[in-house]
């Protein structure tokens, strides 16, 4: 009985002996249990060496979904330009939460120097663009129109 | 409101404590998960709120303090409920027709923890007073 188990134990020993050259975190996923809502695998979250295609468009359609699920914040009456402070009716300690959320979203953090300097959507956004170096919504100023029109073609053909 | 240091630290814990509530797992009550983020989130915003216009700052050294312990007591244990106290251990039940003296005030404010600065005393009535209240009533 004894020696049947140390026979199985070695066994399974002998399977698991070519797994350790490989790196650890792919051995098998295994659920993180984060909270209730975001149960993750192992694998799915991003790493340091992971590159995500950050774009405008997708920064601030989750930026604005973030704050849209604040429940502090009236959806109806929320718009890129809308001041936090006057228009909203919120606290330096809501921006503080909200901060709190978009570094949970983006996987960042963001120090309060920073976040003390959020007035509206539309800086938290330019914040995260100067961050990521997305910059294809901001207009070159110092570009000529021809050159403009080229620009924006080989952009629009690169994408589609 | 003037930027100084104390105002950024008192942000940086109210970030903490979010934090803390975003990833906390209950480990006695497992259902009862959410229900402990909530009530973390809603204590943290209640009690910032409500002390927002100290202004001594020993007074908001204290409250950073008592913010930190909460902090580190609720990691500690697992718990983020205060436990509450009602009387320093020494002293008699509170009767209202007494005299107190100044001291006696005093000692009793130095002897409640640290971590229940923010809760208002409710001096509760004895059963008998009580029960006469409510008679009249």
Redesign the interface.
């Known amino acids: 009985m004894l020696s049947s188990t140390i026979r199985l134990l070695m066994r399974s020993a002998s399977l698991m002996r070519p797994m350790i050259t490989v790196r650890p975190l792919s051995i098998k996923p295994t659920l993180m249990n984060l909270n209730e809502k975001r149960k993750l695998l192992i694998n799915e979250i991003p790493r340091r060496w992971s590159h995500v295609h950050y774009t405008y468009p997708m920064i601030e359609s989750r930026v604005m979904l973030l704050l849209r699920l604040f429940d502090k914040i009236d959806p109806n009456s929320l718009k890129l330009d809308s001041r936090f402070v006057q228009d909203l009716g919120l606290d330096s300690l809501d921006i503080v939460e909200i901060t709190a959320a978009v570094e949970d979203e983006f996987w960042t953090e963001i120090p309060e120097v920073d976040s003390d300097h959020f007035t509206t959507p539309r800086n938290i956004i330019q914040y995260l663009c100067d961050k990521y170096d997305v910059y294809e919504h901001i207009e070159p100023i110092s570009a000529g129109k021809e050159y403009l029109k080229e620009a924006k073609e080989a952009a629009d053909r690169a994408h589609h | 409101?003037s930027?100084n240091l104390t105002y950024?630290r008192v942000?940086?814990l109210?970030?903490r404590i979010?934090?803390l509530s975003?990833?906390?797992?209950a480990i006695d009550h497992p259902s009862k998960?959410?229900e402990e983020?909530k009530y973390i989130r809603n204590e943290a915003?209640e009690l910032?709120?409500k002390n927002k216009h100290v202004t001594d700052p020993t007074e908001i050294e204290e409250h950073i303090r008592e913010g930190e312990a909460r902090i580190e007591l609720a990691c500690h244990y697992r718990n983020p409920y205060p436990r509450l106290v009602n009387l320093p251990t020494y002293s008699l039940p509170p009767s209202h027709n007494r005299i107190r003296f100044k001291s006696e005030y005093e000692i009793e404010h130095i002897s409640r923890p640290i971590y229940l600065k923010s809760y208002e005393i409710k001096e509760e009535l004895s059963d008998s007073e009580e029960q006469s209240k409510t008679n009249q009533s």
């Open positions: 409101m930027k950024f942000l940086q109210y970030k979010i934090k975003h990833s906390w797992q998960t959410y983020q915003r910032f709120r």
